[in-house]
């Protein structure tokens, strides 16, 4: 049996990868938990248009024989029908998100990967995507270990009502700098979230931003768990204006040690 899973940065050399796929994203409509209406698209909400799936699944399979080519093997997950509607006892969703993004929902630390609870009832069901490819690894890897963060309920409690009618209505854009500058959006502290995107690997040092996506409880959670492995966890704060902090794998990137690259919108 193989070691399958041991990474530690975002630089080292691939030598094996889950690529997610584009087939089956929805835009989700609005809920307590996520709001993306836009002035361009005010009613648009459900599958994106096929054209725009086609051309997205023709680039991402170009990028995986690229890996391939150069000796990666490349993982990809099994689609699951992102149209059925999904539930919990506390909520309901028309249809999912999608499973484009692993980075988002996976943190892999060294010889372990753990789930993240996600904070879109939209996402609650994604990490069902990639399972087969996590017990493919669990039966294969005798050393890794396969963690979940608790499962958040998505439930009102979390989320802070009247957000969005102000985001979109009331606030100016100096109130929400100054609300994103002071991280207060919409999620409470009721249970811990977080995507994992919002964690950047350099070895040892993992650097984490508090974000739309991850509330303090969560940070505090993640804080705890890696410090437990042995890791030394750092928050990674931001101050140019901006009214939103998308997970920090939007913006910011480990390229090799000592150097990182911010894109500061």
């Known amino acids: 049996m193989a070691r399958i899973v041991n990474s530690w940065n975002e630089w080292d050399p691939l030598k094996r990868v889950i690529l997610g796929s584009p087939v089956g994203t929805c835009n989700p409509k609005p809920d307590l938990s996520w709001n993306n209406t836009t002035k361009t698209y005010p009613d648009y909400f459900g599958p994106l248009p096929q054209e725009m799936q086609d051309i997205a699944v023709d680039e991402m399979n170009a990028f995986q024989n690229a890996m391939e080519k150069r000796g990666i093997k490349v993982d990809r997950p099994k689609v699951i029908n992102t149209l059925q509607r999904t539930s919990t006892p506390d909520w309901e969703c028309e249809f999912m998100r999608g499973c484009q993004p692993p980075r988002d929902v996976f943190l892999c630390v060294g010889n372990v990967i753990l789930e993240s609870p996600m904070a879109l009832r939209s996402r609650w069901y994604e990490y069902l995507h990639f399972r087969d490819i996590l017990e493919e690894y669990f ?48 999620l409470t502290e009721k249970e811990p979230l977080f995507d994992a995107a919002d964690g950047l690997r350099f070895g040892k040092d993992i650097f984490w931003q508090p974000s739309v996506v991850t509330n303090k409880s969560g940070f505090d959670w993640i804080t705890r768990y890696l410090r437990s492995l042995g890791f030394r966890v750092h928050e990674a704060r931001f101050q140019e204006k901006r009214r939103n902090a998308l997970a920090s794998g939007r913006l910011t990137h480990a390229v090799a040690p000592r150097l990182m690259y911010v894109l500061p919108r």
């Not at 396969?146 to 009618?165: C, H, N, T, V």
Request: no cysteine; aromatic share 18%; charged share 30%.
């Open 139 to 186: 039966r294969e890897d005798p050393d890794f270990m396969w963690i979940s963060a608790p499962r958040p309920r998505l439930s009102d409690a979390s989320f802070k009502q009247g957000f969005w009618e102000s985001f979109y209505n009331i606030w100016t854009e100096e109130d929400k700098q100054q609300r994103a500058l002071a991280q207060n959006w919409h």
